[in-house]
């Protein structure tokens, strides 16, 4: 293990009734942390980084649903970053085609929010983060790259990709965003935002044999088994 990896530190949180995951994210040295899509049972995560000693530096969204934001899915209301910024004021992260539909579906302020575009990065303590623009799902889902891990929300899991049959997805950008995730490396360690697969985590390589979306050699192929 390197030096970098040995300094990365990151906690994959099942959460919620739609199997979320949440992560937290940072160094190790440090204890310098920001945590990814905190959504229903904020209290619990409040109180897993404040057990821990960690410092919050911010919050990183991969996308605008309410269950990996918080906000009303269902007529249900779904805690998220507008309760963390209650307790914990810290910035909140995301892509800048994703802004105005997070600050509608949680109601945070233009203030709290830090829009980001793809390739930009984050220094967290020690590690730093990098922000990857990966469209399909909805406009602005991003994913989170540190070292050789992923964070992939709702693009990519193990098994599949992220839903492309809602408001503002579109599956020619899914496409696109699975053949650039594809292109990492193999020993990338693949962390989804729902445990939808028999584990919570594999590689890049392990992915690849089991998921066949990341298959796909061309986007005709892909758009025929879309239906599209």
């Not at 309760?83 to 914990?88: C, D, G, I, Q, V």
């Not at 709702?154 to 696109?176: A, K, Q, W």
């Not at 028999?198 to 590689?203: G, I, R, S, Y």
Request: charge should be negative.
């Amino acid at each position: 293990m390197t030096d970098a990896q040995s300094e990365l530190l990151v906690e994959q949180i099942q959460i919620g009734p739609m199997e979320n995951f949440t992560y937290i994210v940072g160094s190790r040295s440090t204890r310098e942390v920001v945590i990814v899509d905190p959504a229903w049972d904020v209290d619990a995560l409040i109180e897993r980084l404040e057990s821990q000693d960690y410092t919050l530096r911010g919050a990183l969204l991969t996308h605008y649903h309410p269950d990996h934001c918080g906000g009303t899915m269902g007529g249900n209301s779904i805690q998220g970053v507008s309760t963390l910024m209650e307790k914990m004021p810290v910035p909140v992260y995301a892509n800048r085609h994703e802004g105005d539909g997070v600050i509608k579906v949680t109601g945070i302020s233009e203030s709290d929010l830090k829009r980001v575009d793809s390739g930009d990065k984050l220094s967290v303590g020690n590690v730093e983060v990098e922000f990857l623009h990966t469209p399909g799902h909805t406009p602005g889902s991003q994913c989170f790259r540190v070292n050789n891990t992923l964070v992939s929300g709702d693009t990519l899991f193990i098994n599949g990709c992220g839903r492309v049959d809602l408001p503002g997805s579109d599956v020619e950008d899914m496409y696109h965003s699975i053949q650039k995730l594809a292109a990492l490396p193999d020993d990338t360690l693949l962390l989804p935002g729902h445990n939808y697969s028999e584990v919570p985590n594999a590689t890049m390589a392990e992915t690849k044999q089991v998921n066949v979306y990341m298959r796909i050699p061309d986007l005709a192929s892909w758009k025929s088994m879309m239906g599209h």
